[in-house]
C-alpha cells in the first residue's frame, strides 16, 4: 500500500468519523465508544499496513488456571 493512499484512507476515515460525531444526534456516551472503537480499529489496521502485525501470526493469551 501506498504512503498516498494510506493518507486518503485516514482523511476519508476521519471526514466519516466527523460527520457522523457531528450530523448523527445521539448519546455524548455512545459518540465516545464509536470514537473508541474507530480509533482502535484503524491503529491496528495501520499495525497490519506497516507490517508490524501479520496476518498469518497467532494472537495468544495466556490462559488463566
Known amino acids: 500500500m501506498s504512503l498516498i ?5 485516514l482523511i476519508v476515515i476521519g471526514v466519516l468519523l466527523w460527520l457522523v460525531n457531528t450530523y448523527i444526534p445521539m448519546d455524548g456516551k ?3 465508544i464509536l470514537n473508541v472503537v474507530v480509533v482502535i480499529c ?3 489496521w495501520l499495525l ?9 501470526s497467532n494472537i495468544r493469551v495466556p490462559q488463566i488456571k
Open 48 to 56: 497490519f499496513a506497516f507490517g508490524i502485525l501479520d496476518h498469518s
Open 5 to 9: 493512499s494510506l493518507v486518503v484512507t
Open 30 to 32: 455512545i459518540k465516545k
Open 42 to 44: 484503524v491503529v491496528v
